[in-house]
C-alpha cells in the first residue's frame, strides 16, 4: 500500500545525544516535511524539502537538521542542541493539490 | 503570511447532536483550506479539502464544511455525531502559490461525544 513510514514509533533518549527519525514515503511526491506537536500547541513546521537535494527551514528548525538525498526519504535529527527535543514528530510529504499525507508519528521522550 | 483560528480547544456533543467546530483563517492569497482528524497518537487524516469551485464540500465520515471568503471561515460540521468522531480535529490553510506550499495548522478542537 502506499503511504509515509515513519520509525521507530517511540524512542528514547538521553540527554546529551544525537537520534535520527526516519521518514519513507512511496507516493512519489517531491515535497516532504516535518512537524513538531506537542499539546496546546497544534503542529509547527520544523523543515521542508520541494525537491532532492534541496531543503528549507521551518519555523523552528533550531536543534533539528534534515537531509534530501533521495525522493523517497527524509530523515529528521534532533541534535543535542534542541534544548526540548520530548514531542511527537510528524512526517508527510504533499500531494498533487496541495494536501498533506501523514505518517503515524515518532514519539521523542528526552530521559 | 497566513494563519488559522479554531475557536473552543474542547467541544462537548451528545452522540446524534450537531458538531460544529469552527475555523477562521488569515491568507493573503485565495487559500486552499483543510481538515484534518487525529486519533491519539496517531498521524492526521485529511477529512475534506476546498480547493477552488464549490463552497460546500463534503468529506469522508459524513463531515462537511463551508468555505465562506465573506466571513473568512471554513467551519467543520456533521448532523449527527457518533461515538467514533471522538478525536482532536485541525484546521488547515496554504497559500497554493509560493512560499513552499506550506500548510499552516490552528491549535486544534478536541471533540468529545457523550452518551
Known amino acids: 500500500d502506499g503511504g509515509i513510514t515513519q520509525s521507530p514509533k517511540y524512542l528514547f533518549r538521553k540527554e546529551g545525544q544525537n537520534v535520527t527519525l526516519s521518514c519513507e514515503q512511496n507516493l512519489n511526491h517531491d515535497a516532504m516535511y516535518w512537524y513538531r506537536q506537542d499539546p496546546g500547541q497544534g503542529l509547527r513546521l520544523i523543515y521542508y524539502?520541494?525537491?532532492?537535494?534541496?531543503?528549507q527551514k521551518g519555523d523552528i528548525a533550531e536543534g533539528y537538521s534534515v537531509s534530501r538525498e533521495k525522493k523517497e526519504s527524509f530523515p529528521l535529527t534532533v541534535t543535542s542542541a534542541q534544548k526540548n527535543p520530548t514531542a511527537f514528530y510528524l512526517c508527510a510529504s504533499r500531494g498533487n493539490t496541495g494536501e498533506l499525507f501523514f505518517g503515524e508519528g515518532s514519539r521523542l521522550t528526552v530521559l | 503570511a497566513q494563519s488559522v483560528t479554531q475557536l473552543g480547544s474542547h467541544v462537548s456533543v451528545s452522540e446524534g447532536a450537531l458538531v460544529l467546530l469552527r475555523c477562521n483563517y488569515s491568507s493573503s492569497v485565495p487559500p486552499y483550506l483543510f481538515w484534518y482528524v487525529q486519533y491519539p497518537n496517531q498521524g492526521l487524516q485529511l477529512l475534506l479539502k476546498?480547493?477552488?469551485?464549490?463552497?460546500l464540500v463534503k468529506g469522508i465520515n459524513g463531515f462537511e464544511a463551508e468555505f465562506k471568503k465573506s466571513e473568512t471561515s471554513f467551519h467543520l460540521t456533521k448532523p449527527s455525531a457518533h461515538m467514533s468522531d471522538a478525536a482532536e480535529y485541525f484546521c488547515a490553510v496554504s497559500a497554493p502559490t509560493g512560499g513552499g506550499n506550506k500548510l499552516t495548522f490552528g491549535t486544534g478542537t478536541q471533540l468529545k461525544v457523550e452518551l
Open positions: 524539502s520541494q525537491i532532492v537535494n534541496d531543503f
Open positions: 476546498y480547493t477552488t469551485g464549490a463552497t
